[in-house]
């Protein structure tokens, strides 16, 4: 069975099989101990076994099943693959050469959210969080990636957020911040921020109807404010993403809305959805585990709104993976890691459509399929001249982003990957020195 066979296979009907054995961070006394991922019932679930408490431990993690085995076909600097294991773990040590920065602000959320895991999941709850400002500045100074994320908790309650933005993007680092966007709608705060740097904002956002936010966030005011700080983000000509959480009955009918406004709105260049995640339980905050959604179910919603065939983002899968394994020959050219599950979308008239068609896609993904340089030059020729151009004008000539074009719009899966810590993931950097005590 292929990786992606097993990646697809999530819908359950398998009694119990181990998908991956490693080490996780006590849920009950912090300590580092023996783990495993187990896939159950169209579950994914974490078996931790600690000596020190004498106890096992069973954490449910997503539904459908975890695929780990195809992280490992990514270039050997890239923070996915599988033999970072331990240096996922030593969240001492630092990698500047890493493309992502992504600086925890350790900045506690007023939002409250229902849903939020952040807070329970600190391990030292005795030990304040904080952030030693002098501490970041030289980690971002002593950073060779191209950019900075200032993230986790809520970087707009931190009063040093404009202070780094500026630190980094003097050292020509692109700087994006994931937000609440509750502060933002506080347009003054906002061009502070646009002032001081700030290229990105990634954005929480969950839907157009108050009561999402009222059942999952921490109330409906939250709505109309994330609404006001599209319009200032708007008004600043600056750019953001959507990453909306869904929830099975919830709002799992709100994917055709967040896609149309991404379609009527340039600024807004991502939409990135992902399940509500129980933090390890089978129930929590009013929701049980009938109300997550897989991958597949996601893409399942996505395909459907967008009229796509169901292969669309598996095909961009094995891409990626073919791609992945040429550049792994030429390790002196960095780049980002590649995410899967994720596809860029061209903004037509009145709807959103792949960037490559369906047999293209498939071309392509089988001549990269052996990994070889000259599948690689075989896919450039089945690449569209729109393609070309594209990329002479807006990457080379213009010298953007893909993240800032005003044609494309990137839709992805995500997946919290946060515990246990053998699951690594994209640029996921947190320094010890960081924490104040
Ligand atoms: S906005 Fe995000 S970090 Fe803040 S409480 Fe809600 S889920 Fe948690």
Redesign the pocket.
């Known amino acids: 069975m292929s990786d992606l066979d097993n990646a697809q296979d999530d819908r359950g009907g398998m009694p119990q099989c181990v998908i991956d054995k490693g080490v996780s961070r006590c849920e009950s006394c912090g300590s580092l101990v023996p783990a495993q991922a187990v896939f159950e019932n169209g579950f994914t679930y974490i078996l931790q076994d600690c000596p020190f408490e004498k106890k096992t431990f069973k954490k449910l993690k997503y539904k459908g099943k975890w695929n780990i085995i195809r992280w490992q076909k990514t270039p050997s600097y890239w923070p996915w693959r599988a033999t970072d294991k331990e240096k996922g773990l030593d969240w001492g040590r630092s990698d500047p050469r890493r493309p992502i920065l992504a600086l925890m602000m350790r900045t506690e959320?007023?939002?409250?959210?229902r849903?939020?895991?952040?807070?329970t999941s600190r391990v030292n709850k005795e030990k304040p969080a904080g952030l030693d400002v002098a501490a970041a500045k030289r980690t971002i100074a002593a950073h060779r990636g191209k950019m900075v994320s200032f993230c986790?908790?809520?970087p707009t309650e931190n009063a040093s957020l404009a202070e780094l933005i500026r630190f980094a993007s003097e050292r020509r680092l692109i700087t994006v911040i994931s937000t609440?966007g509750?502060k933002l709608s506080d347009g003054k705060y906002l061009k502070i921020l646009k002032d001081a740097g700030l290229r990105y904002i990634y954005m929480?956002f969950d839907g157009f109807d108050e009561d999402v936010y009222e059942k999952i966030?921490?109330g409906k005011h939250q709505y109309y404010l994330k609404l006001q700080a599209f319009n200032n983000i708007k008004n600043e000509k600056m750019k953001a993403g959507i990453k909306a959480?869904l929830v099975k009955g919830v709002n799992d009918n709100q994917v055709d809305a967040l896609l149309q406004y991404a379609l009527r709105n340039n600024f807004v260049t991502e939409v990135s959805l992902q399940s509500l995640s129980l933090g390890g339980e089978e129930e929590s905050c009013g929701f049980t585990k009938e109300h997550l959604l897989s991958v597949e179910d996601i893409k399942f919603l996505i395909n459907t709104v967008l009229h796509l065939s169901e292969d669309q983002f598996d095909c961009w899968n094995k891409i990626k993976i073919g791609l992945a394994a040429v550049m792994a020959k030429f390790p002196f050219i960095r780049i980002s890691p590649f995410e899967f599950d994720a596809m860029y979308l061209v903004r037509k008239k009145d709807k959103l459509v792949p960037v490559l068609d369906g047999k293209r896609l498939e071309r392509i993904a089988s001549l990269l399929r052996d990994g070889k340089i000259t599948g690689l030059i075989k896919a450039g020729f089945c690449l569209p001249a729109s393609f070309f151009r594209f990329v002479l004008k807006e990457i080379l000539f213009k010298r953007r982003l893909l993240e800032t074009t005003d044609d494309l719009v990137l839709v992805r899966i995500r997946t919290i990957v946060s515990k246990p810590y053998f699951f690594s993931y994209s640029g996921m950097l947190v320094h010890k020195n960081m924490l104040t005590p």
């Open positions: 959320c007023s939002a409250r959210c849903i939020c895991e952040l807070v986790m908790a809520e609440n509750l929480s966030r921490g959480v």
